[in-house]
């Protein structure tokens, strides 16, 4: 079958190299893609966000099944789009559509959700320009830190921990007063959790659900989980302190509460959900919701699914998954990713980047690259994902840090330590 992916990152690199290797697929489309994802197939330049272009290339190059890797268009009805469009309604699309992309797109929604379905998660309350007097005071008597929220999608920067009142006060201001966009027109203000952060990924066909590989990603940019935050610095998979009794907790108490609250909802949801989970003693609490799988986990992920992915894409096309049995290798992945200079703040693109064949035992996944007459360069904050799959956690970590010393271009950083905290 023809395939398109829709996305240029990291995690739509994985889905590539992997979508590839599947007997079932005839051709790989990837749009818009990056430097990296040609050699698994064709790149062709278009928005994600742009129905239209999408759709005429659904429809030039016969493609039988769309795979959405990007939040976005999801939360923009890309789903609905298809179903409602008599030249597409037949083809499958693996992403939930639009009443359920909301679980992302919304915090507030989601925090309504998991009370009313009694899903364990930090105590919140959400304020709008109209009610900041009582959202100020509300913060006055809040114990710290205190977390604000943007309710909508910020592109990952959208959520602040604020150590003193004050701190949050005027952060709340800020944030209602535009400073991310409409998404801030409603902020959650939520308990802080001591504990430790794990992300758990299903993948749904509306009744049933398979649990992926749980995995563990890095978000600040210094070693020891210093300085600012990113979009994710790398990962690992499994989680050592996920065992199987947490695993079976998150299953009963978040995972099929979710599920089952879906169809209460009458929410119609066939996709990914990414479960963003604390382990605050022995107990796992949910912070957010994601509509698609995460970056870097992904990069972490893929590599430990030993089943064919277009199989369990189509078993879930096709409301199949009851039966599924998936294969999860016991081998270990690390991510470890490589950056371009300045980042997570301004950072140069256009870079020539060299090594990439010196690498030894890892797969690399292009996240932010271009490629310009043949040459690889940086066309973005987050530049090249490098995974290892050993047979310990020592060695994938080991493996992919010395890989990633292997790749070159001006500016480059990595972290050293991923993955350490956890050895």
């Known amino acids: 079958m023809n395939i398109l992916i829709l996305g240029s990152g990291g995690r739509e690199s994985a889905f590539a190299w992997k979508i590839s290797q599947s007997a079932l697929c005839s051709k790989l489309f990837i749009a818009p893609g990056n430097g990296g994802t040609g050699a698994y197939g064709k790149n062709v330049l ?92 509300y913060l006055e008597n809040h114990s710290l830190p205190i977390v604000l929220k943007a309710d909508g999608l910020a592109a990952g920067k959208g959520v602040l921990i604020c150590q003193t009142v004050a701190e949050a006060q005027e952060e709340l201001k800020l944030m209602l007063g535009g400073k991310f966009g409409t998404a801030g027109s409603l902020v959650v203000v939520e308990e802080y959790l001591n504990g430790i952060e794990l992300s758990v990924f299903v993948l749904t066909d509306g009744e049933n659900y398979v649990i992926l590989p749980e ?7 210094g070693q020891g989980d210093s300085g600012l935050n990113t979009g994710g610095m790398g990962s690992v998979s499994p989680v050592p302190f996920a065992d199987k ?35 605050v003693g022995d107990k796992p609490m949910i912070i957010e919701y994601n509509c698609r799988m995460g970056d ?12 064919d992915l277009v199989e369990l894409f ?74 290892s799959l050993q047979d310990n956690q020592f060695e994938a ?19 050293e330590d991923i993955g350490f905290d956890l050895v």
């Open 314 to 387: 189509v078993a879930t096309s096709k409301k199949k998954l009851k039966d599924y049995q998936l294969k999860i290798s016991d081998k270990n992945a690390a991510t470890v990713m490589i950056v371009a200079g300045g980042y997570p703040g301004e950072y140069e693109k256009g870079k020539s980047i060299t090594g990439i064949d010196n690498v030894r035992q890892s797969v690399v996944f292009h996240a932010g690259t271009a490629l310009e007459g043949g040459v690889v360069k940086t066309n973005g904050g987050r530049v090249i994902a490098v995974t």
């Open 46 to 137: 278009l928005n994600p966000n742009d129905f239209e272009a999408v759709k005429a290339l659904v429809l030039k190059e016969n493609i039988e099944l769309v795979v959405v890797g990007p939040e976005e268009p999801l939360v923009n009805g890309i789903h609905d789009f298809f179903i409602n469009d008599e030249a597409l309604s037949n083809i499958p699309v693996i992403g939930p559509k639009k009443e359920g992309a909301i679980l992302e797109g919304s915090k507030d929604f989601s925090k309504q959700f998991m009370a009313r379905h009694g899903i364990p998660t930090p105590g919140s309350e959400s304020f709008t320009n109209e009610t900041l007097t009582e959202g100020l005071a």
């Open 215 to 221: 995995a563990k990603d890095y978000k600040k940019i």
């Open 245 to 279: 009794k947490f695993l079976d907790e998150v299953e009963q108490s978040i995972i099929i509460p979710t599920i089952n609250g879906l169809k209460k909802d009458n929410i119609d949801y066939s996709g990914f959900i990414f479960f963003g989970l604390f382990k």
């Open 296 to 307: 870097p986990e992904t990069e972490s992920v893929i590599p430990r699914i030993e089943n």
């Open 397 to 415: 970590l080991q493996s992919a840090t010395a890989d990633a010393a292997r790749i070159y271009f001006d500016g480059k950083y990595f972290r």
